[in-house]
């Protein structure tokens, strides 16, 4: 059974730093491209970073030269560095797995990220 | 990056059906868009109904379908039931591993 957990969110100032971590099992973690996707009441599911298994990043617009997705496939492990983190960045973050790296197949049940002073 | 549009709110009858879309801003949606579908009960992870446009995804029923219908992607849900009450999202596949979202569309059945 596919299982992604995600951690490391929690309260941050307006300009501050976080890193989320994706913890995958139950799949060939190297195999799989993955998401981050995240979620806010108001503006629904929002589509943030992809990373190919060969590594390569995409990201949206709204995040791009803040944001930074990395995997460690030795630790079957997907990361989100955020930087320069603003109030509309808050919502719940959650990794999925990319099913033939065009849609999103499965699904973690997030890490609350709040960015307020 | 395109604007990805649905209907912000529908409603069916119980053992109705409804078709909801999702189109773009500018241009028309095809299979080369990839579409897919998620349905999430508010608090719950979401759940992917339907990939490349009419994939169903493991163990959903087969009274949800996807198709394109005109210049729209569109999901459609025969003989709704109660627990099909939801907020419903589309994604567009944009290419270079980009995704677009639409804003949703939630469903009441009633």
């Known amino acids: 059974e596919v299982q992604l957990l995600e951690s490391g969110g929690g309260l941050v100032q307006p300009g501050g730093s976080l890193r989320l971590s994706c913890a995958a099992s139950g799949f060939t973690f190297s195999s799989y491209a993955m998401s981050w996707v995240r979620q806010t009441p108001g503006r629904g599911l929002e589509w943030v970073s992809s990373i190919g298994t060969g590594g390569t990043p995409h990201s949206a617009d709204s995040v791009k030269g803040r944001f930074t997705i990395s995997r460690d496939n030795s630790k079957d492990t997907l990361y989100l560095q955020m930087n320069s983190l603003r109030a509309d960045d808050t919502a719940v973050y959650s990794c999925?797995?990319?099913?033939?790296?065009?849609?999103?197949?499965?699904w973690g049940q997030g890490t609350l990220v709040t960015v307020s002073s | 990056q395109a604007v990805v549009t649905q209907e912000s709110s529908f409603s069916v009858s119980p053992g109705g059906t409804v078709t909801l879309t999702c189109g773009l801003s500018s241009g028309s949606v095809s299979t080369s868009y990839y579409p897919s579908w998620y349905q999430q009960i508010p608090g719950q992870t979401p759940r992917t109904l339907i990939y490349?446009?009419?994939t169903r995804s493991s163990g959903v029923p087969d009274r949800f379908s996807g198709s394109i219908l005109g210049n729209k992607a569109a999901l459609t849900i025969t003989g709704a039931q109660a627990d099909d009450e939801s907020d419903y999202y589309c994604?567009?596949?944009?290419?270079?591993?980009?995704?677009?979202f639409g804003g949703g569309t939630k469903l009441t059945v009633l």
């Open positions: 999925a797995t990319r099913g033939g790296s065009k849609y999103f197949d499965s």
């Open positions: 994604a567009l596949y944009m290419g270079s591993g980009i995704s677009v």
């Open positions: 490349s446009t009419n």
